[in-house]
């Protein structure tokens, strides 16, 4: 059974950085494409970042320059890191494996 369970969120201030991690059990993410998705209060999902099984990465325009998605296949593990931080960023954010499994989400708070 796949399980992803996200971690480092938090309440930071605007500016400020943030690493959250999404550890993976139950397969070998380092076969798979990762995502990042993050939900607002009363808005959609909306896509943060991917990186595929080779390593390419993309970004939502939002989030490029700022954000950096990157694995780590021995820990099973995979990262964003969140610099420049925003308020607009404020949201849930979880973690996909190949958009088929996710994981419970982290908060992620920018205050202004």
């Known amino acids: 059974q796949v399980q992803l369970v996200e971690s480092g969120g938090g309440l930071v201030q605007a500016g400020g950085s943030l690493r959250l991690s999404c550890a993976a059990s139950g397969r070998t993410l380092s076969s798979y494409a990762m995502g990042w998705f993050r939900q607002a209060p009363g808005q959609q999902r909306e896509w943060v970042a991917h990186i595929t099984s080779g390593g390419r990465t993309n970004y939502a325009t939002s989030v490029k320059g700022r954000f950096t998605i990157s694995r780590d296949n021995a820990k099973n593990t995979v990262y964003l890191q969140m610099n420049s931080l925003k308020p607009e960023d404020t949201a849930v954010y979880s973690c996909?494996?190949?958009?088929?499994?996710w994981g419970q989400g982290t908060q992620v708070t920018v205050s202004s």
């Open positions: 996909t494996m190949s958009f088929d499994y």
